[in-house]
Nanobody, 124 residues
């Protein structure tokens, strides 16, 4: 399983960005895919996850109502649409895959495959 994250950049507070995590169809046979982030000096934290089927999602409380995760099986890409960004959203964002996932399952732990990070910087 390989994951390729992209889409980070510099944006002003209140702005939007869309992150992409490209993978292959094989990933969704057994893996759920999620996004995590790590801010400077802080531990990596869960942001959002989408089930293998694409029909179920879960979010960290800090991003609910502002971020949307989605799965496009036509392109084998997981997106993270981030709206109303805040300076505290500044972090390196990582996409990750969680094995042994049931079709509709969402998870916040057990992720074992990591892509490279993409930096999101939100200026005030």
């Amino acid at each position: 399983v390989q994951l390729q994250a992209s889409g980070g950049g510099l944006v002003q507070a209140g702005g939007s960005l869309r992150l992409s995590c490209a993978t292959t169809a094989r990933t969704f046979r057994t893996y759920a895919v999620g996004w995590f982030r790590q801010a400077p000096g802080k531990e990596r934290e869960f942001v959002a996850v989408v089930s293998r089927s694409g029909g179920s999602t879960a979010y960290a409380d800090s991003v609910k109502g502002r971020f949307t995760i989605s799965l496009d099986k036509a392109t084998n890409t997981v997106y993270l649409q981030m709206n109303n960004l805040k300076p505290e959203d500044t972090a390196v964002y990582y996409c990750s895959a969680r094995p042994n996932a049931i079709s509709s399952g969402t998870y916040t732990t057990g992720f074992s495959v990591w892509g490279q990070g993409t930096l999101v910087t939100v200026s005030s």
